[in-house]
């Protein structure tokens, strides 16, 4: 694994807002690097990437089907005890999923090691899927990057194949925070993907979704949801006194209410208890457990968090980093603390795609910060032999 300078493509910007990437500056900065690549060999890919995520997926798989079981458990996860036959029964019932990310510390120097697991609403999948490749392909036919020059990416392939899985007679509604251009860029690309499996398909704010007089959920044409795909966390979800109809709409939700236990840091935990000494875990342990106060290097975490917010890195005993932000309410973990792929004075997280149960893919985030943040760039990558 290396970090590599190439020339950026002239006019990539204006290329990008034809396929509706316009988030590609976030925030007044810059989001995608167009210069820059990680370049990996193929069996690094293979060997460090692509099969301990095929099998943490599974282990986490695992461990949900004794959870739902565990109702200590689930208050360690802090799941609503109103909402936990919702979650239960969603697993029992074998509700189908869509995908997921693994964030990874990975230096090339030793087993990648698993951070956390966006399992309910990650982003940056039309950059990692699409737009990364669009990168790859271009460098080529511009002789900047040879041409048997790879890359770690069947997620495009891989979200069509997964979504002919769902029933195609429904109209299949995406519902988002349309004001967010990041939202809405990832809700219209995997609408596209819908679209190539054979579904009809609705994008709508999920503040417009309506509930009729039976309980059911509606679009803003009165028209029953009968399968949504919400870009909107299952924690606040749970919590909103919308949750009461979540047991009479009788609609298939993607991602189902079992991806609440995967996508809660919470997991870090119980995957340790579990699989102790796992070359890709990292110790972890909820806050009020012994084993936390042993870690003198450590990252702490809420159990609920987006973007690095309230999560404090800990050296030698003292904090020695920290990010803002509205979370820990519920509760923390403690990992250990790991190293990153440190380059240009900044830090990268490996996001390491699953689509239906399936390892398939690669992208990026690099920050000045060990806490990736809002501010993080996607950088492309390449597999050279």
Same mark, same amino acid.
């Given at each position: ?279 890709? +875990?990292?110790?972890?342990?909820? #806050?009020? %457990?012994? &084993? *936390? ?9 809420? =159990? $609920? ?12 005993? +003292?904090?020695?980093?920290?990010? #803002?932000? %509205?979370? &820990? *309410? ?9 190293? =990153? $792929? ?35 760039? $996607? ?7």
């Amino acid at each position: 694994m290396k970090r590599i300078d190439l020339p950026e493509r002239e006019g990539w910007q204006a290329a990008a807002e034809a396929v509706g990437f316009g988030f590609h500056e976030m925030y007044g900065e810059p989001y995608w690097v167009d210069d820059a690549a990680f370049v990996f060999s193929l069996a690094e890919i293979e060997e460090a990437i692509e099969a301990p995520s095929q099998e943490l997926h599974e282990m986490c798989l695992d461990l949900v089907a004794d959870v739902v079981k565990d109702d200590a458990v689930l208050d360690r996860l802090a799941i609503p005890g109103e909402m936990r036959d919702l979650v239960k029964t969603s697993w029992q019932n074998g509700d189908r999923h869509l995908y997921g990310r693994f964030d990874l510390a990975y230096d090339g120097t030793g087993p990648a090691k698993l951070l956390e697991y966006n399992a309910d609403t990650p982003t940056a999948i039309f950059e990692s899927a699409y737009f990364q490749y669009n990168w790859l392909t271009d460098n080529v036919a511009r002789g900047v990057l040879p041409e048997d020059a790879d890359q770690f990416n069947s997620i495009q392939e891989s979200l069509v194949e997964a979504f002919a899985a769902f029933p195609t007679e429904p109209i299949f509604h995406f519902a988002a925070y349309t004001e967010s251009d990041e939202d809405r860029g990832t809700a219209a690309y995997l609408m596209d993907c819908a679209v190539q499996a054979g579904h009809r398909v609705s994008l709508l704010d999920i503040r417009d979704i309506g509930v009729d007089a039976e309980g059911r959920f509606t679009d803003t044409d009165d028209r029953v949801i009968d399968l949504l795909f919400k870009l909107y966390p299952w924690e606040d979800m749970l919590r909103e006194p919308f949750a009461q109809h979540l047991s009479t709409a009788g609609a298939m939700i993607v991602e189902p209410p079992w991806k609440a236990i995967l996508s809660n840091k919470g997991l870090l935990p119980l995957l340790w208890d579990r699989f102790p000494g796992h070359p890709n +875990l990292l110790p972890a342990y909820f #806050e009020d %457990d012994p &084993g *936390a106060a042993r870690l003198t290097n450590a990252v702490k975490k809420p =159990l $609920f968090s987006r973007e690095g917010e309230n999560v404090v890195i800990i050296e030698n005993g +003292l904090v020695t980093e920290t990010a #803002e932000g %509205d979370y &820990g *309410a519920e509760g923390f973990v403690v990992q250990e603390l790991t190293r =990153l $792929f440190q380059a240009n004075e900044r830090f990268a997280v490996l996001g390491s795609w699953i689509v239906a149960d399936r390892a398939c893919g690669l992208g990026i985030r690099e920050d000045a910060s060990r806490i990736t943040r809002n501010l993080s760039r $996607f950088i492309p990558h390449i597999i050279l032999e």
